[in-house]
C-alpha cells in the first residue's frame, strides 16, 4: 500500500481498496486505519474505500510534531489531491467525526455525503452543551497517559464498549484480535491530541451544514455522549440518524453487518439522488 506527502512534504501511510465511489474513513484518538478492517474487507466490494493513517498513528507515526485537529485536517485535504478524486464521501469515528466535518468545510473537491460515527462537536462539557465529558475526566485521561500509555491505552479500549457488547464469543475474538494488533501511541502525540480534542468546539461548522449526512451512534456510548448525535442530527436539516441499541463507542466493530448496511444504503442512496438530478 502506498505512501503520500503532506503539504509539508512529510510522509503518511494510507490504504486504498477496492474502486467506484470513494469513501475516506478517518479514525479516531489513539487509533489507526486498522480499526476499518471489517469495512475495508466488505465495503471494498462495492466501493473504493481509503483509510489513513493520522500523523501521530499506526505507519505515519513518524511525525510526533503538531498532532492537532487542524493539521489532520490539511493532511486529509493533501491526500485528497494526491489521489486526485472529483468527488468523495466522508466518514469519520469520534476525532475522526470532527476531521471530517472540518475538512468538509474547507476541501476542494465536492463532498456528496458525511457520515459521522460515534461523533460530538464539542469533545468537552460546556455551560451550553450538557454532552460533553467533564473537566475532571478529561484531565484524568491525560494523567492516566502519563503515568503509563500502555495501560491508559489499554483501558481507553476496554471503555469502548456497552455493558454486554462483547458477551457473543465470536464478536469478542472479532474485536479483540482488531484492538489487539493496533500499536501504543507515543505518549506525546496522545496528550496532544487529546489536548486538541479537550478544547475543540466546532459547533459553529454546523449552523449552515447542508450535506446529506448519516450519524450513527450506539445508545450507550460512554465517551462521545448519545445526546451529542442527537444534537447534530437537529441542526443538519438533510441528515439521518441511525442509533444502534446495545451499543457504545465502536458500533462498525461489535456490529459490523449492520454498520456496513448502514453505510451501504446510504452510498447507494445518494447515487440514486445524484443519477436523478442528473436526469432532470
Known sequence: MPWYENFSGQRLWYEDQGSGTPVLLLHGWCMTSSVWRLQQGSL????RIITPDLRGFGKSSSITDNCNL??????????????????????????????AVM????????????????????????????????????????LKVRRNVKRAFAGFTANLFAPGELDDPAVAESVNGILSSLPTPDIS??????????????????????????????????????????????????????IFSGAGHAPFLTMPDKFNNCLRHFIDQLQLRSSGEQNC
Open 44 to 47: 471494498s466490494a462495492d466501493f
Open 189 to 242: 502525540v496522545a496528550l496532544q491530541t487529546l489536548k486538541s480534542l479537550s478544547e475543540s468546539d466546532i459547533r459553529p461548522l454546523f449552523e449552515d451544514l447542508d450535506l446529506p449526512t448519516l450519524i450513527i451512534n450506539g445508545d450507550n456510548d460512554p465517551i462521545c455522549l448519545p445526546g451529542a448525535s442527537q444534537w447534530m442530527a437537529d441542526r443538519i436539516s438533510s441528515s439521518s440518524h441511525k
Open 103 to 142: 475538512a468538509a468545510r474547507t476541501i476542494s473537491v465536492p463532498v456528496s455525503g458525511l457520515v459521522l460515527i460515534s461523533g460530538t462537536p464539542s469533545f468537552s462539557l460546556r455551560d451550553d452543551f450538557p454532552y460533553g465529558l467533564g473537566r475532571v475526566e478529561s484531565e484524568g485521561m491525560a
Open 70 to 99: 487542524e493539521n489532520f485536517v490539511s493532511d486529509t485535504l493533501a491526500l485528497v489531491e494526491r489521489l486526485r478524486l472529483s468527488s468523495l464521501i466522508l466518514a469519520g469515528w469520534s476525532m475522526g467525526a470532527e476531521v
